[in-house]
């Protein structure tokens, strides 16, 4: 530590920041706060603020650039392109919880068991070293290969291919809290294992499970795109992004508009979700970015 | 080293064993009969019997898997239930198409990434490093189908520098034309991330009192950078190349459909939608199986290049 700061930790009146004052002082956490926010406002505000019906063709006005009546242009079926991306957000945003809600229950739980029961340890470790034989869009194919093209079956694919980061952070940050001394005098006192692991221990990991729950927003949406944009995921005419795009390679010589806005909307969101859990990692745990 | 390669060797064992249980069951998650999703809705129940006998799917399954190893170990991994071809003659026809892209891919990324890290650790805070910083942060958020079609759409439709699409072997000036575009698109995530592992393994290492000594006794600053930092800088992004190479096959899928290339890819892509199991089984258990093949030899270079490892 240095002098300095010694001196001013001593000084009276010397308070340690606070998490909030710590979070709020990242750029990182600000932008990407405000980035989150804006997207779920905009979740909550489409139906009302969409221009147009987002399925609703209109083939006198196809291929139109941006104009004031359709201020992103329009499609190759002359859909409203700015009502598109606003109700595409709905299923992006739907598409990050429900595949990291899979992700954060299997990959908690099987974390949880694999760091505080060493018996386990050993067998969940090795099937997720199974599943980590696959680079992760690649398993996300492979489980879509055998369920079937479609939105519903692409987040259950981004979800369980999501699963072993979830296991392997969870588990590294049980095997830290398991030696601590509360834990062990829970035990002594003969507290249950499932108290002990819902009380103690989860709180207690809480800050790693948090910042690999936000960051897998920004993969799972950027994966779900992917999936989309392959012919595998959401199929025309829903509204998600990639498929937007997957349909728009078609007319890239003559209408690119209709791929850009949309690999737009993916890079601002994914950007955001990645901005803020870059700064909730380095404002709840330093230590977790050299991870 | 031997006995580090044996060791590595056979834990290498379960996982292969693994991924072929995985490999074996997406016939079997598939929700309903798979036969019928392979036959059709329509199909009369004479056509799926003899598609479930075609697939094995009439026998127990332990019975099945057993069967499945078998044919696995003597190179049979069934026939397209579209094309009646044999999977394995489609996978070898398709994989040298996957594997180029990949291997150029890789080249290109550490062509690029290595000296650009170098340079920006080198002159931290300067515009290049902050423009490799910001790159960075680009290259996670860009989904890899829109690298691919902003190339497509500047260099081969308003500029026509390259081809639109294709494939040609690399030893025709046309076949580099055809793979730039493709192999640019692969390894952009790639470029952004080992950029800034080399960045950050560089700055950690100049900095170490050896570099210094070296300094001390006047060598020249760029054999200084390069044989003594960037030597023991190296071992991290080892790491990462073997991983990336994972990564960019798993990207090869994507940038093989925005560029119509014929790799294995394209063909699992095709093989999913037209509900073509024993193809998708073929090539998602031949791309697992190059990607812990790559996973293996990169610990073993990494033995090699540090000792260190060897006696861990």
Request: charged share 15%.
């Amino acid at each position: 530590m240095s002098e300095a700061l010694a001196r001013s930790i001593a000084a009276p009146g010397y308070r340690a920041p606070t998490l909030w004052r710590r979070l709020g002082r990242s750029w990182q956490v600000r932008i990407g706060a405000a980035v989150v926010a804006a997207l779920g406002l905009v979740v909550l505000v489409t139906p009302a603020v969409a221009p147009y019906d987002p399925a609703q063709p209109n083939v006198q006005d196809r291929f139109q650039g941006p104009s004031r009546a359709h201020p992103l242009g329009t499609d190759d079926l002359g859909r409203d392109l700015l009502s598109r991306i606003l109700y595409g957000s709905r299923i992006s945003l739907a598409i990050g919880v429900i595949a990291v809600g899979i992700a954060f229950t299997g990959g908690v739980a099987f974390g949880l068991f694999a760091g505080f029961y060493p018996r386990l340890d050993n067998l969940i470790m090795r099937s997720m070293d199974v599943l980590l034989a696959f680079p992760g869009l690649l398993l996300a194919i492979a489980i879509l290969g055998a369920l079937g093209p479609s939105l519903t079956n692409a987040m259950i694919a981004v979800g369980i291919a999501s699963i072993p980061s979830f296991v392997r952070i969870t588990r590294s940050a049980v095997l830290a809290v398991r030696s601590q001394e509360y834990v062990e005098a829970s035990r002594a006192l003969g507290v249950r294992d499932a108290h002990i692991l819902v009380r103690h221990v989860l709180p207690n990991i809480s800050p790693a499970v948090i910042v690999t729950t936000t960051l897998s927003m920004a993969n799972a949406i950027l994966a779900a795109s992917v999936l989309s944009f392959l012919g595998l995921g959401a199929q025309p005419p829903t509204p998600e992004w990639g498929a937007m795009v997957f349909v728009a390679k078609n007319y890239l010589g003559f209408a690119p508009h209709i791929a850009l806005f949309p690999i737009l909307a993916i890079f601002v969101t994914v950007l955001g979700f990645n901005f803020l859990g870059d700064g909730l990692r380095d404002a709840l745990d330093p230590r977790l970015s050299r991870l | 080293m031997a006995s580090y390669i044996t060791g590595r060797l056979l834990l290498t064992v379960p996982v292969l064993v693994g991924v072929s249980v995985l490999v074996f069951l997406i016939l079997h998650l598939t929700p309903g009969n798979p036969a019928l999703v392979v036959a059709g809705p329509d199909a009369p129940p004479d056509v799926v019997r003899e598609v479930e006998h075609t697939l094995g799917l009439d026998q127990p399954l332990y019975v099945q898997y057993g069967k499945y190893v078998l044919r696995l170990i003597h190179g049979d991994l069934g026939r397209s239930v579209r094309s009646h071809e044999p999977v394995l003659r489609q996978l070898l026809t398709t994989l040298p198409v996957t594997i180029t892209l990949a291997l150029v891919g890789v080249a290109l990324t550490v062509a690029v990434s290595v000296p650009v890290g170098i340079v920006a650790a080198y002159n931290r805070n300067s515009p290049l490093d902050l423009a490799t910083i910001c790159a960075v942060l680009a290259a996670s958020a860009m989904p890899v189908f829109a690298v691919g079609l902003i190339l497509l759409w500047i260099f081969a439709i308003t500029l026509r520098w390259f081809p639109l699409s294709g494939y040609a072997p690399l030893t025709t000036v046309d076949g580099w034309r055809h793979i730039a575009l493709p192999a640019v698109t692969v390894s952009s995530g790639a470029v952004a991330l080992l950029a800034r592992l080399t960045r950050s393994s560089m700055l950690e290492t100049l900095h170490q009192d050896y570099v210094r000594t070296a300094r001390a006794k006047g060598l020249w600053e760029p054999g200084v950078v390069v044989r003594h930092a960037f030597r023991n800088a190296l071992l991290p992004v080892i790491t990462i190349v073997g991983l990336q190479f994972g990564f960019l096959l798993s990207g090869a899928v994507v940038t093989e459909s925005i560029f119509s290339l014929p790799g294995m890819g394209r063909l699992l892509v095709d093989a999913i939608l037209g509900r073509d199991f024993p193809v998708v089984q073929g090539a998602v258990l031949m791309l697992a199986l190059t990607f812990v093949l790559t996973n293996l030899l990169v610990d073993i270079a990494y033995a090699a290049v540090d000792p260190r490892v060897r006696y861990a």
